[in-house]
């Protein structure tokens, strides 16, 4: 999947990711840039995407499994 990243810096207030560890995994985040890095569960990750206004959304392939997808989205 093509990524063509904005060239102006976006301004967010939170950033959620969904990255897999190791093991193959889920853990989810909601990141306070500068300030905090929170585990969340699943449900809250799908609540924020379902709900919040995102401004961004990064999708970050893994590097020799073509079907797994990490995602980054900024509100």
């Known amino acids: ?5 904005s060239p102006i ?3 967010f207030d939170y950033m959620f990711s969904a990255t897999s560890n190791k093991s193959g995994r889920m853990q989810y985040h909601k990141v306070r ?5 929170l ?3 699943r449900n809250e990750f799908i609540k924020a995407y379902n709900d919040s206004s ?3 959304l990064k999708p970050m392939q893994l590097r020799g499994l073509e079907n797994a997808f ?3 989205f900024y509100i």
């Open 9 to 11: 810096s976006v301004k």
């Open 39 to 41: 585990r969340i569960s």
């Open 54 to 56: 995102i401004i961004a």
């Open 1 to 5: 999947m093509k990524y063509i990243p």
């Open 70 to 72: 990490q995602l980054e």
């Open 33 to 37: 840039p500068g300030i905090s890095k």
